[in-house]
C-alpha cells in the first residue's frame, strides 16, 4: 500500500510541441505491439503479417485507392468527432448521424429521379445528408446547451435508433426506400445515375474524397481565420471566460455540435452517392463513426491532420482482406477490427499522460480526482498549457 501511495500523477507545467507528436506515435506502436501478442497467440507471424498488410495497403495502385476510398467516410466522421472533441463537446453519435445523413441523401435522391441534372441532383444528395446528420442531433445539441444534459449519453444512445430505423426501412417494411423489385433479399432502391458520385477511372476513389478534404479546408479556415473560431478558442479554454467575455456559450455548442452532425451526415451521403448507391444497412453498420473518433484522437483534433490519419486507418481496413491470401494459414479478417480498438484505447488513454506524468514519491502537484474530471483537451494549435 505505501508503495501505491508513492505512484501519483504530476500535471506537466508546460506540453512541448514533440510530446503531442510522440504520444499517438506511440499509441499506434502500442496497439501495433497487442495485435502482434494476439497474432502469434493464434499461430501467425507478425514479421509477416504486417509488411504484407503495408503492401496491401499502400505499394500497389489499386491498393493505395482501395485505401482513399476506405478513408472518404473515416475523413467525415473523423472531422465530426474532431470538431467537437476539441472544444470538449463528445459527440458519441456519429455512426448515428452518418445514417441518418445516409437516409436522407437516399431518400432526396430517388424522390428527385432521373430528370434532375447530374450537378443538381449530387448537390441535392450532399446537402441532404448533411440535413440529415445535423436533424439527428438537434435534440442532443439542445439539450446540451440549455438543460447540460450529457450529450455522451444522448448521442451514443441515439446510434442504436437511426441503426433500427435503417434496417426497418430496408429488412421490416416496404418503404420507399427498399426495393420492390429485389425478391430473394430485401434490399434497397437504387439511386439514380445522376446522383452518384464520378468515380476515378476504374478505381473505387470517388467525388466523396475531394469534398471530404474540401471539408477539412474549410472547417481549419472556419476555426482560425474567423471570428466565430476565436469564440470557439476562448470557449475551448474556458466556458467560464467566454461566459465573462459576453460570448453566448448556448449557441456555440450548438453550432459545434450541429456542425458536427452535419459533418457525420456528408460522410453518409458520400457513401450513398460514391459506393452503395442504395441505402444498405448492412454496407453501412461498418462502426464508421466508431472509427471516427480513432482518427480525431490520433490527428490531436486538427481538421488538415484528420486526413492524413483517415488514409493511415484506411489502409489498415483495406488490408484486413488481403490477410486471407497469406501463405501459411488464413488470418482472421477481424485483426485490423482488433488493431483499431487497440488503437483507440492506448490513443485515449494516451492523452492523459500529454497532460500528466507519473512521478514517484509524495511531491506537489498530485493530480486529484477533480483535476482529471476537468481535464481540457488539448489543441494541436496550442501546445502550451492553458
Do not use: C
Not at 473505387?204 to 475531394?210: F, K, P, T
Not at 459576453?246 to 451521403?269: F, H, K, Q, T, Y
Amino acid at each position: 500500500m505505501t508503495a501505491l501511495r508513492a505512484v501519483h500523477l504530476q500535471r506537466r507545467p508546460r506540453v512541448r510541441p514533440w510530446q503531442l507528436v510522440a504520444v499517438p506515435v506511440a499509441s499506434i506502436a502500442a496497439g501495433l505491439a497487442v495485435g502482434a501478442v494476439f497474432l502469434t497467440l493464434t499461430g501467425h507471424d507478425p514479421t509477416m503479417v504486417y509488411p504484407a498488410m503495408l503492401s496491401a495497403a499502400f505499394t500497389t495502385w489499386f491498393g493505395f485507392t482501395d485505401t482513399l476510398a476506405s478513408a472518404t467516410p473515416l475523413i467525415g466522421t473523423g472531422l465530426a468527432a474532431a470538431v467537437a472533441f476539441r472544444f470538449g463537446l463528445y459527440n458519441i453519435g456519429a455512426e448515428g448521424q452518418l445514417y441518418a445523413g445516409a437516409i436522407a441523401a437516399s431518400g432526396v435522391a430517388l424522390a428527385l429521379g432521373e430528370a434532375v441534372p447530374a450537378p443538381a441532383a449530387v448537390t441535392a444528395l450532399l446537402l441532404a445528408g448533411v440535413a440529415g446528420g445535423m436533424l439527428w442531433i438537434a435534440v442532443p445539441a439542445a439539450a446540451r446547451a440549455w438543460l447540460g444534459t450529457s450529450e455522451i449519453i444522448t448521442t451514443l444512445l441515439l446510434n442504436y435508433v437511426a441503426l433500427y430505423w435503417m434496417r426497418y426501412l430496408i429488412f421490416g417494411s416496404t418503404s420507399f426506400w427498399r426495393d420492390p423489385t429485389s425478391t430473394n433479399f430485401p434490399q434497397g432502391k437504387p439511386i439514380p445515375a445522376s446522383a452518384e458520385l464520378a468515380e476515378l477511372g476504374l478505381t473505387r476513389v470517388h467525388l466523396g474524397l475531394g469534398v471530404a478534404v474540401l471539408a477539412a479546408v474549410l472547417v481549419t479556415l472556419v476555426l482560425n481565420r474567423t471570428r466565430l473560431g476565436f469564440h470557439l478558442r476562448v470557449y475551448g479554454d474556458s466556458e467560464a471566460a467566454a461566459s465573462y467575455a459576453g460570448i453566448n456559450v448556448r449557441r456555440l455548442v450548438l453550432a459545434v455540435l450541429l456542425a458536427s452532425g452535419a459533418l457525420a451526415g456528408l460522410a453518409g451521403a458520400g457513401e450513398i452517392g460514391g459506393r452503395a448507391h442504395a441505402l444498405d444497412p448492412q454496407g453501412l453498420a461498418l462502426g464508421l463513426g466508431y472509427a471516427g473518433i480513432i482518427v480525431a484522437a490520433l490527428a490531436r483534433y486538427n481538421p488538415l491532420a484528420v486526413v492524413l490519419v483517415a488514409v493511415l486507418l484506411g489502409g489498415v481496413r483495406n488490408a484486413g482482406t488481403a490477410l486471407q491470401s497469406l501463405p501459411g494459414g488464413r488470418v482472421p479478417i477481424a485483426i485490423s477490427t482488433m488493431l483499431e480498438g487497440a488503437i483507440l484505447l492506448f490513443t485515449l488513454g494516451g492523452e492523459l499522460f500529454i497532460r500528466y506524468r507519473l512521478r514517484f514519491g509524495r511531491g506537489q502537484g498530485a493530480a486529484t480526482a477533480e483535476d482529471l474530471e476537468s481535464m481540457p483537451v488539448a489543441s494541436p494549435a496550442e501546445p502550451t498549457t492553458r
